[in-house]
């Protein structure tokens, strides 16, 4: 490349590729605004790996050469979300994590240990249940059981 310029192949998720010719000393921001004017919210790009969101950093900072590969994503809508600067996720703090846990991530697993109990009373107490109540019982639990199965 002439006069310190350096190709950079913009390559998106159908497998189309543009070339673009840029400086090493131009910002994230800078090529995004200059090669997709008026989507900058929307483009995200991606560069061995990681997720470049620091738009004011440079080529050259990120290590950005001759003929390397860019990947390109536009999302389907800008929202406020994509114009604000995620946290990096290395030095941002963790939060609390693990499952929520609601009224419907409990409800399954409160039904088979209502179910549990229930069948220890039949076992030890068979003389309460009637035929009737049995076949009941061996239905429901084995709606449950598919229904468990299917969920987890």
Known sequence: PCSGLIKIRLKFLNDTEEVAVVRPEDTVGGLKSKFFPGQENQMKFIYRGQLLQDQGRTLRSLRITDNCVIHCHR???ATAAAATVLPDPVTAAPE??????????????????VLGV???FHINYRQLFTAPATVSLIGVTVLFSFLAFGVY
């Not at 609390?96 to 240990?113: H, K, R, Y």
Request: glycine letters at 16%.
């Open 96 to 113: 609390a994590g693990g499952l929520p846990l609601g009224a419907g991530n409990l409800l399954l697993p409160a039904i088979m240990v």
């Open 75 to 77: 999302s389907r809508a």
């Open 118 to 120: 229930v069948w220890y």
